[in-house]
């Protein structure tokens, strides 16, 4: 199955940078998608970044610019390259992966690293 370890988070002061890591600590499984979401004390989780097996990607409007997404889905990895942070990007980040079976798609989630921007 897919299990998606995070790593990377931290505590960093505004307009520094961080890298987040994800992989998948058991079997490597066709994944037709892998991203990043955030979700902030209060508010509702949402889509920060997502590649594409194609090598598509996408990025939500408050990072684009200062976030970037890499991997190699074949290896099911995937990292976020976060520049110019701003308190605004504190948050829970999770690694998130897709895949379809059988013409129905499933959602693999990690647990989760903790991202403080403060000075």
């Known amino acids: 199955q897919v299990q998606l370890v995070e790593s990377g988070g931290g505590l960093v002061q505004p307009g520094g940078s961080l890298t987040l890591s994800c992989a998948n600590s058991?079997?490597?499984?066709?994944?037709?998608?892998m991203g990043w979401y955030r979700q902030a004390p209060g508010k509702e989780r949402e889509m920060v970044a997502h590649?594409?097996?194609?090598?598509?990607?996408d990025y939500a409007d408050s990072v684009k610019g200062r976030f970037t997404i890499s991997g190699d889905i074949a290896k099911n990895t995937v990292y976020l390259q976060m520049n110019s942070l701003k308190p605004e990007d504190t948050a829970v980040y999770y690694c998130?992966?897709?895949?379809?079976?059988?013409?129905?798609?499933?959602?693999?989630w990690g647990q989760g690293t903790q991202v403080i921007v403060s000075s």
């Open positions: 998130h992966a897709k895949r379809k079976v059988a013409g129905l798609y499933y959602d693999y």
């Open positions: 058991r079997s490597i499984f066709s994944i037709d998608a």
């Open positions: 590649i594409t097996s194609g090598g598509s990607r």
